[in-house]
Nanobody, 128 residues
Framework: QVQLLESGGGLVQAGGSLRLSCAASGRTFSSYAMGWFRQAPGQEREFVASISRSDTIYYEDSVKGRFTISRDNAKNTVYLQMNSLKPEDTAVYYC??????????????????????WGQGTQVTVSS
C-alpha cells in the first residue's frame, strides 16, 4: 500500500512558477513509476508528466519546455516544477504511482488506469 500526499499548489499570476511535491509512504517508492495528472473544472482528468524507476520521462505536449518532473528516491518524493504558467494550466493536480512490469512506454504512462495509487490532489490557479 502506498499513500501519496501532494503539496505546493496555490494561486500564481500568468508567467509565474510553482513547484509541486508528492511525498510517498512505503519502502518501495523507487520501484514505482510516478505520474502527474490534472483535472480542470468540467473536464476529464488528463496526463501531465511521468517518470519511471529508470528515469524515463514523458510529458504532455502542452507542458513540454515549461514543466519538469523529477524524483528523489532518498526522500520518497516526486516533484513537478512548473514555469511560465498559463491560465489554462489551472486545475487540480494529482500525483499517482504505478507498480508496473518490466516496460514503461508512453501509451502506458498516459493512461490513468495504469496507476495503482492516487493522492488527494492540490489546486493550482493561474490568474491572467
Amino acid at each position: 500500500q502506498v499513500q501519496l500526499l501532494e503539496s505546493g499548489g496555490g494561486l500564481v499570476q500568468a508567467g509565474g512558477s510553482l513547484r509541486l511535491s508528492c511525498a510517498a509512504s512505503g519502502r518501495t517508492f523507487s520501484s514505482y513509476a510516478m505520474g502527474w495528472f490534472r483535472q480542470a473544472p468540467g473536464q476529464e482528468r488528463e496526463f501531465v508528466a511521468s517518470i519511471s524507476r529508470s528515469d524515463t520521462i514523458y510529458y504532455e505536449d502542452s507542458v513540454k519546455g515549461r514543466f519538469t518532473i523529477s524524483r528523489d528516491n532518498a526522500k520518497n518524493t516526486v516533484y513537478l516544477q512548473m514555469n511560465s504558467l498559463k491560465p489554462e494550466d489551472t486545475a487540480v493536480y494529482y500525483c499517482a504511482a504505478a507498480d508496473y512490469g518490466s516496460s514503461w512506454y508512453i501509451s502506458k504512462a498516459l493512461r490513468d488506469r495504469t496507476y495503482n495509487y492516487w493522492g488527494q490532489g492540490t489546486q493550482v490557479t493561474v490568474s491572467s
